[in-house]
């Protein structure tokens, strides 16, 4: 198959078939290069050179759930931590003044903060629109639908609840025990009520590349404003610590392809499956926003690498702005952001 021209026709708007994106997401050597190629002109023309900067507050690792890839599953033994309202409001303030544009509120599903209707978790976004005033991401798992009018009136602007991966099977195999048409709807809900969705997939958890295509495909006809992919990385003490998985490259062929279906879409450079090492490659593979941004001594976790490069300061703010700039591209501002979530929302 030729591989260029499938990347230049969905570049210039053009349609692909399964097989192609088959081909695609599967491509190498000089092929790899120009879907990449293609994403970054897709990308330069929808965005320019301008570059979101997402901070990743995970402020609870309680959990009640048991997710296979996870290593904060409920029944991993592990220091677990909660941070009070009054620490969040404090580290996401700091997070805007160092030049983030938002603050992605992230837990597990942790029964202290999803009590009488998510009360905590509702409390705690209002605060911080409140008092920091920032563009808001909840990030709390998957929450009942008469849930969602309050995280909106609160102020979230957008949800993220990732499907990983759209064959039910494997969804039942790895999100144990949970429903996949009730996390589907997530995105559903979050855009019924105004906010707007992320979805995101995860590559290397058993999936083929079948599975892949028909899942980059399924998160973009939900409709999603946001849409990313992350590698598997293997947690101690999971049921999948010994299960291997795969080059980082089958990653940001995905996210290439993520591109190349849906122009406009907000993709994720991910500094957390890599580190800051991997910003670049995804940014050169279309990607248009940093996430996983965390403060040094917040002793803040991440989720698929809960410490690398975080206390010596390598995921914080001015370390990424700085790395940007040396790559050509410019770090945007909240005002920024607020304007294209505006203007997203005024879609839905
Ligand atoms: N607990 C909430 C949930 O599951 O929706 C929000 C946070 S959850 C920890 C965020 C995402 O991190 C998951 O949906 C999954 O895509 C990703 N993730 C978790 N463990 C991972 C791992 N070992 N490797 C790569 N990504 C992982
Ligand atoms: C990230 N570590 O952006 C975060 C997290 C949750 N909304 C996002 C997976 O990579
Ligand atoms: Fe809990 Fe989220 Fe981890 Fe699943 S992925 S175990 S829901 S923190």
């Known amino acids: 198959m030729d591989v260029p021209e499938i990347a230049d026709r969905l570049a210039s708007g ?31 023309r929808e ?9 990743f507050v995970y402020f609870s690792t309680y959990c009640r759930n048991e997710c296979s890839f996870c290593y904060y599953r409920k029944s991993n033994s592990i220091d677990r931590y909660r941070k009070t309202e009054d620490e969040i409001v404090d580290l996401a303030r700091s997070i805007r003044d160092s030049g983030i544009n938002l603050a992605d509120l992230t837990m597990g599903e942790d029964p202290f903060m999803i009590r009488n209707g998510y009360e905590n978790f509702i409390h705690l976004v209002s605060a911080i629109r409140d008092e920091v005033g920032i563009p808001v991401m909840a990030s709390p798992g998957a929450v009942p639908h008469e849930d969602f009018p309050k995280l909106r009136d609160a102020g979230a602007d957008i949800v993220a609840c990732y499907q990983e991966t759209y064959n039910r099977g494997l969804f039942a195999d790895r999100r144990l025990g949970q429903d996949f048409d009730y996390r589907r709807n997530q995105k559903v809900w979050a855009m019924e009520n105004g906010m707007l969705a992320e979805d995101g997939m995860m590559v290397g958890i058993g999936e083929t590349v079948e599975d ?9 006809s939900l ?7 992350m590698t598997f990385v293997p947690q101690e003490g999971t049921p999948m610590e010994l299960s ?13 392809a993520m591109r190349l279906l849906r122009h406009d879409v907000l993709i994720p450079a991910t500094l957390d499956v890599e580190g800051i090492a991997g910003m670049r490659t995804r940014l050169d593979a279309g990607a248009n926003v940093v996430t996983s941004i965390i403060p040094p001594a917040s002793h803040l976790a991440g989720v698929a690498q809960s410490s690398m490069d975080i206390e010596d300061g390598h995921r914080c703010a001015d370390y990424v702005i700085s790395l940007l700039k040396e790559i050509g591209r410019e770090p945007a501002t909240a005002a920024d952001l607020r304007r294209e979530f505006d203007r997203r929302k005024a879609r839905l």
Do not use: P, W
């Not at 892949?212 to 973009?220: A, G, L, P």
């Open 223 to 229: 409709g999603c404003d946001q849409v990313r992919a």
């Open 47 to 55: 965005f320019g050179k301008r570059t979101f900067l997402y901070g």
């Open 14 to 44: 053009g349609g692909a078939t399964d097989s192609e994106l088959a081909a695609l997401i599967t491509a190498e050597g000089d092929d790899r290069e120009a879907v990449f190629a293609a994403a970054r002109r897709v990308r330069d």
């Open 244 to 256: 291997g998985t795969v080059d980082s490259v089958n990653e940001l062929l995905c996210l290439a």
């Open 212 to 220: 892949r295509v028909h899942t980059i495909r399924e998160m973009i």
